[in-house]
């Protein structure tokens, strides 16, 4: 269902000094009604195969934005000053998160000093704390992951590592094709694949490739970084690359196995 009400926004990015006409739907930070559509009828794509997301419930229209200087403008203003696209409705989404925290929160760089390593470890922390309630999660990784100071991470990595594998096997397998998924934004620490504005139905053998080698590539990137960061703040008795392994093999089997036509 759509909601009807109607609530004031503060855009988190600088406004541009003129609106691109080439592009008849940027708004600058704010969602559009035809792109959540998009999501929408993605998700629900998704929730028919299985595949793990987090879908959104509720739409609300806008009412004012916040302007350059801080005051409070209509959208037809904005529009009328180029600030947003004139025939885009922006909106609010809201989703049925179980936890926002996504996989790139978690990613390891060098660089990285020991206070963001602890923040970064306290957010891991609070996801499997999110993660309690749901019982889409086998009870055994619930409780490998429940205690802080008892973190079992080997049950939960075996677990995640099956878990996205199945998902973007069944998703190729269907012919789509998320096209960002190897951005660390687009995967929640519960294995859920959000974002889906941008996914291909009917998406050919080459796009489905080149998303699966680019996810699960053996070198320093993307998923891995995933994998990487989560050893550095639990012990673990398999490495990064023996889960990218059962990774790839979980995507196998779901993308060869007839019970997931």
């Known amino acids: 269902s759509t909601a009807k009400t109607e609530r004031v926004i503060t855009i988190g990015q600088p406004f541009p000094d003129s609106f691109d ?12 009604k035809s792109w959540m559509g998009k999501d929408i009828a993605a998700g ?34 904005a529009k009328e000053q ?22 790139q929160e978690i990613e390891h760089r ?10 970064r470890k306290a ?3 609070a996801a499997f704390q999110d993660m309690q309630a749901d019982n889409s999660i086998p009870q055994t990784v619930r409780d490998a ?24 096997g069944r998703m190729h397998k269907h012919k789509l094709a998320h096209g960002f998924l190897t951005e660390l934004h687009n995967i929640t620490l519960d294995a859920r694949i959000l974002d889906l504005d941008s996914v291909t139905q009917n998406a050919s053998e080459r796009s ?16 891995k970084k995933f994998l990487v960061g989560i050893t550095q703040y ?16 979980s995507y196998q089997r779901a993308y060869e196995s007839a019970a997931s036509n």
């Open 234 to 249: 639990f012990p673990t008795q398999r490495s990064a690359e023996q889960y990218l392994s059962q990774t790839k093999e």
């Open 110 to 119: 060098d660089e990285f000093s020991q206070t963001e390593k602890d923040r």
């Open 21 to 32: 006409a080439q592009r008849q739907e940027k708004t600058w930070g704010l969602a559009t």
């Open 123 to 125: 957010i891991l922390l």
């Open 208 to 223: 489905t490739y080149d998303e699966r080698e680019s996810l699960l590539r053996p070198d320093y990137d993307y998923y």
């Open 44 to 77: 629900n794509k998704f929730a028919e195969l299985r595949i793990r997301t987090i879908p959104i419930v509720a739409l609300t229209d806008i009412a004012e934005i916040e302007g350059k200087n801080g005051q409070l403008i209509s959208i037809a203003d």
């Open 82 to 103: 180029g600030f947003i696209a004139p025939n885009a409705t922006p909106v609010e989404a809201f989703r049925a998160w179980v936890t926002p925290y996504r996989l």
């Open 145 to 168: 992951i429940r205690n802080p100071e008892a973190v079992n991470i080997d049950t939960y990595l075996a677990w995640f590592a099956d878990t996205l594998g199945s998902n973007v």
